[in-house]
């Protein structure tokens, strides 16, 4: 064990520490939980273990196995609650489901008066099974197929964002052979480069989503959206990407939208545009992964939107619109952690570079594909005791990588990382910030069967979702 953890041993060690931050000086400082990163009823009590709502991570492991997603029932409420006052009506926020969803998740998001964004048929079955109020789900997607329009119109879902002219078609035959009036929403790509990465990018003129403001695409669909009787246009959408933290893409956008309203409104009449009275910005609202991210609270970003979209209209002379969002990740991803239990442990020497300790966990890229897909950083902790576990003598911290079971090199959990010295198999680890996009992004790689859901909620525990077993798999066996 080394005498310090921020002492010379390091620094010669692990020439490469930065990546990871500094070491820890303290074994404080390797068991704390920043509050920005971790649930918000996440402590680690006097015995060094931690409790997320009141609930001890040992015995969660225990009940239910690792890997094992953890839910902070109250926190994810909390940020609905925060969403819902930003936008001043929580019908205006459209939960993202393609974050995390579940019948549970989607009867929380319909309790609080929030709408419900789906992007597939599966999420909306989903959203059935949770008796979620149709009139508040929005349909999304750049491919919806025939089946599952028919699914939304058959469902009474209130609006459908059209993706493209091919859309327009399907849905306007579609809902003339159901006799209904669907409304719509036109999503316009604004040609916004979101500062976020290229893969989580979506409003940039060169990719698959919705129709382009600058070629005039969108204004043509608005025209070809007009002309059909089966189909109302009652807003128009754009969606810039995800994990954002300033407020300078969305007011581009907003700024481009409320433009295109704006000629809508010279080129159609007020009239013919009588039922648009929604602009939807979509989601995007970055959190904080690590202590060095630092996100905006979500009413100061919704405010700073929400008076550009102002100020324009009074510009252009026209009615301000009611401003929807989708918020996902802000919603579901902090209030969730993944608890793993530490496998094998490996120091591998890197010649003059130092060592690297990898320690395995019993799960990876199958329930977090994040950090492979998009080099994501990720906060991770011992949580089953203390790094000291309560002994006088200082711990050593080693630069470690966390890396998964999967027969994959890039199977990476967290790159860079601080763990105790005296980490061992069977230790539990927590890596934070985990509710949007890991088990949504799951798979089964390697047959490894998906982790099961809990929620927590005032000391006490229930499965959401179960584990998956080697028999949910082999069912899908033909012969
Ligand atoms: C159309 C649309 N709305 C909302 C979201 C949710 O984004 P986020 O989870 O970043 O808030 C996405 C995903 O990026 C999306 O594509
Ligand atoms: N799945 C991505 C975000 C894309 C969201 C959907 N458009 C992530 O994990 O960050």
Redesign the pocket.
């Known amino acids: 064990m080394c005498a310090h953890p921020a002492g010379p041993r390091h620094a010669e060690v692990y020439p490469h520490a930065d990546q990871a931050g500094f070491p820890p000086s303290t074994s404080g400082d390797l068991d704390r939980l920043h509050a920005k990163v971790w649930p918000r009823n996440t402590f680690r009590a006097g015995d060094g273990v931690v409790r997320i709502a009141g609930v001890d991570v040992r015995e969660l492991a225990r009940t239910y196995g690792t890997p094992l997603f953890v839910i902070d029932e109250a926190d994810f409420k909390f940020r609905c609650a925060e969403y819902a006052a930003a936008f001043e009506d929580p019908s205006l926020v459209?939960y993202?489901g393609?974050?995390f969803l579940c019948t549970e998740v989607a009867r929380w998001v319909a309790a609080q008066g929030l709408s419900l964004?789906v992007?597939s048929g599966g999420e909306l079955a989903i959203a059935q099974r949770a008796e979620f109020p149709p009139e508040r789900i929005t349909f999304?997607g750049n491919n919806k197929s025939v089946a599952e329009l028919e699914a939304a119109i058959e469902a009474g879902v209130g609006t459908i964002?059209l993706d493209s002219n091919h859309e327009i078609a399907r849905l306007a035959d579609l809902a003339t052979r159901h006799d209904i009036v669907q409304q719509v929403l036109v999503?316009v790509t604004v040609g916004v480069e979101a500062h976020t990465h290229e893969f989580?990018a979506?409003a940039h003129e060169d990719q698959k989503?919705g129709f382009s403001l600058a070629s005039g695409e969108a204004a043509e669909a608005v025209r070809r959206v007009l002309n059909v009787p089966s189909l109302q246009l009652v807003g128009l959408?754009s969606?810039i990407?995800?994990?954002?933290f300033d407020a300078d893409g969305f007011e581009v956008a907003a700024r481009r939208v409320v433009g295109l309203l704006a000629d809508l409104r010279k080129e159609h009449g007020a009239e013919a545009l009588e039922s648009l009275t929604v602009v939807d910005l979509?989601?995007?609202?970055?959190i904080a992964y690590t202590d060095k991210d630092n996100p905006p609270p979500p009413a100061q970003l919704v405010t700073q939107i929400r008076d550009i979209v102002r100020k324009e209209c009074v510009f252009a002379d026209i009615p301000v619109p009611r401003i929807a969002g989708?918020?996902?990740?802000?919603i579901?991803?902090p209030g969730t952690v993944t608890l793993y239990e530490a496998g094998t442990i490996k120091d591998v020497v890197l010649g003059d570079e130092g060592v690297r300790r990898y320690v395995s966990v019993d799960g990876g890229m199958s329930d977090n594909i994040r950090t492979a897909l998009y080099d994501a950083a990720y906060d991770v902790r011992l949580v089953s005791r203390a790094s000291d576990d309560g002994q006088p003598d200082p711990v050593g911290a080693m630069l470690s990588r966390v890396v998964g079971k999967h027969c994959e090199s890039g199977d990476i959990v967290v790159r860079d990382c601080w763990l105790p010295e005296t980490l061992a198999p069977g230790d539990l680890l927590a890596v934070a910030a985990t509710g949007?996009?890991c088990y949504s992004m799951a798979s089964n790689y390697n047959q490894q069967p998906r982790p099961a859901v809990v929620a927590v909620r005032n000391g006490e525990h229930r499965l959401l979702l179960r584990r998956e077993t080697y028999d949910d798999m082999l069912r899908l066996e033909a012969s």
């Open positions: 459209h993202a393609k974050a964004d992007c999304h964002v999503r989580i979506t989503f959408h969606h990407g995800s994990q954002i979509g989601g995007g609202y970055g989708e918020p996902g990740r802000a579901a991803g949007a996009y």
